[in-house]
């Protein structure tokens, strides 16, 4: 059951993009506050969508209570390649699993991966990797999950630019997510990486707060310690994939309105911008196209490449995007800057 | 699978009781804010609790994206006697259903709920009522459903008041919630009641948003109407029955933060009660007690009542209850007024 999980993802600490002066849809402020968006269609896009929903004149005004926007995390808000985030916490887990359970030391696939070979690692077929997840994600308490990611992420670096995941973050979306809130909207995080996982760091990186990470969902079992405290204990049994056709499903279930904005960049988020642009009013979906090998990877359409076993930004989502009114992101032209840490 | 979504429950229209002046835990501010409380034991520790966790020198101060309160519905914010008022729904919605599929009509359960025979309606076993549950709460798009509830909330009439359900929330417990959000707390529902049915009237009733509502949780599943519009449609798949310990689990599932007061009324509240009081700092557990017949009714160890088949308060819930520092309201010691229809 865990198979769909697979689709998970996640992480970053947070550069927080301080919105200086941006608590009105109005443009010059919107300047102040999307400085590393270009004066593109992109950039038009938001503004406009902004002032028409939050201007009480407008015909498209959307009260306070109803201004929903929802993001994908994984290739949206901050890099996905070479793997996500989610999946290499669990595979530099099992060291830690292994010390607890020294019995697992030779038994596959634990074994592979405690070899550290990298190519072996990536060949290993989706029901080991299915294994490593539920091992690494499920067993201990809420507590000792979230004492475990959260030292994790305080300390991994990513292999291709040696820095915290949570350094990965895009600018410009850290900079949509601050307009957005000083417009009054709420912001939630819609993605297929573990809930638990992402709420971790959401807040810090994101200012996201747990109650508004919407992700994949695996049960817990109340209980009791030896010392008769209750605690609540992961369990390996999904409750909801948020992913394709889970999104608007976890979307429902966790929050019950329809969002005014949505923000994707694969097939994994297909559902939710056909759901969020099939509501009244108006409705913006938009939609990250990697297209910038130089400074971030270049993987989709435009590039001729293959899709991917993660979702991925297929022809086929492309044409839709055209012929649904879904904005493209082109992180190649519609960026100035990619990263914080860039000059 | 929908036994368990029977300690159900559920609604109101609101009161909208103003917390004029209570943005404080100030006592005389509190004075204000809670009008229909006597000055008794049960009073001050609310404002108590607020003081210390919203005063900065407070060592319990708690920051406020922490402050996080849960209530119970049933028979904690609103009346749940002589029987919770999402069954109500689903028994009066029957005659529209077999409408819709006339071979129902002749076929039980449907058969007895036609007759209008309460007595034989009562005595409907288990297995009866979860029939027409599934088939009143799930088969049709969330949209259809809500405007369904939307409909039989506004002109639905309880049997003894012959008032609407959403009249028949507790004052003082409304008084409670607006005093909390004006210190800062985000008030949530965790009741065993369905999730969607309670959304429907949620906000307009108690002032808690559809994204603040933890209910019982059944599947959806997403897909396109004929015209292809994207569309969800209610499942009679349980993913949790938000009850006894389906309460933490759902607060985990939903907030993703402990809460630092909760309140409730019955066994079903017990593990939610207890997790909240295992969190460090200040936490505030209180559980209603139904003392007055005389106003509303009487049931619970006080009366020498028998359990009901729903959740009750227990001799063994009142022990634990002094044991553990939950504080006992008195419906009939601790409030002035119950509903706001009385003179």
Redesign the interface.
């Known amino acids: 059951m865990f198979t769909r999980m697979l689709n998970a993802a996640v992480f970053a600490i947070a550069i927080a993009t301080l919105c200086a002066g941006c608590t009105t849809g109005n443009p010059s402020m919107a300047r102040e506050a999307l400085p590393s968006w270009k004066d593109g269609p992109a950039r038009q896009a938001i503004v406009q969508f902004v002032q028409k929903t939050t201007d009480k004149s407008s015909p498209q005004y959307v009260p306070e209570?109803e201004r929903i926007a929802t993001f994908d995390q994984d290739g949206t808000t901050w890099v996905e390649k070479p793997e996500v985030t989610q999946i290499m916490y669990c595979l530099e887990r099992v060291p830690a699993l292994v010390k607890q359970k020294p019995e697992l030391k030779d038994v596959e696939p634990f074994k592979t991966v405690l070899s550290g070979n990298r190519e072996a690692i990536a060949k290993l077929p989706m029901k080991d990797l299915e294994e490593i997840l539920a091992a690494t994600l499920t067993g201990m308490t809420?507590d000792e999950f979230q004492a475990q990611v959260k030292q994790w992420i305080a300390t991994a670096k990513d292999p291709r630019w040696h820095k915290p995941y949570t350094e990965l973050t895009y600018l410009p979306m850290l900079e949509v997510m601050n307009y957005l809130r000083a417009n009054g909207y709420?912001v939630y995080f819609v993605t297929g990486g573990g809930?638990?996982f992402v709420?971790v760091y959401s807040?810090k990186t994101y200012g996201i707060?747990?109650?508004q990470?919407v992700g994949s969902?695996g049960?817990?079992?109340?209980?009791y310690d030896k010392d008769g405290?209750?605690i609540?204990t992961k369990e390996p049994r999904l409750?909801?994939n948020d992913d394709k056709?889970?999104k608007?499903?976890g979307i429902?279930?966790?929050?019950?309105?329809r969002p005014h904005a949505a923000f994707g960049n694969s097939t994994g988020d297909k559902?939710m911008l056909?759901?969020t642009k099939?509501g009244a009013g108006a409705r913006l979906a938009m939609i990250v196209l990697h297209d910038d090998a130089r400074r971030e990877y270049a993987y989709g359409p435009a590039q001729g490449l293959p899709d991917t076993k993660m979702g991925a930004f297929t022809q086929a989502l492309y044409d839709q995007a055209q012929k649904q009114g879904w904005i493209v992101i082109s992180m190649k032209n519609d960026w100035k800057q990619i990263f914080a840490f860039e000059k």
């Open positions: 209570p809420t709420k809930q638990d709420r807040e707060a747990p109650e990470v969902m049960g817990t079992q109340f209980g405290k209750p609540l409750l909801l056709a889970g608007p499903e429902h279930l966790m929050i019950g309105r559902e056909e759901y099939a």
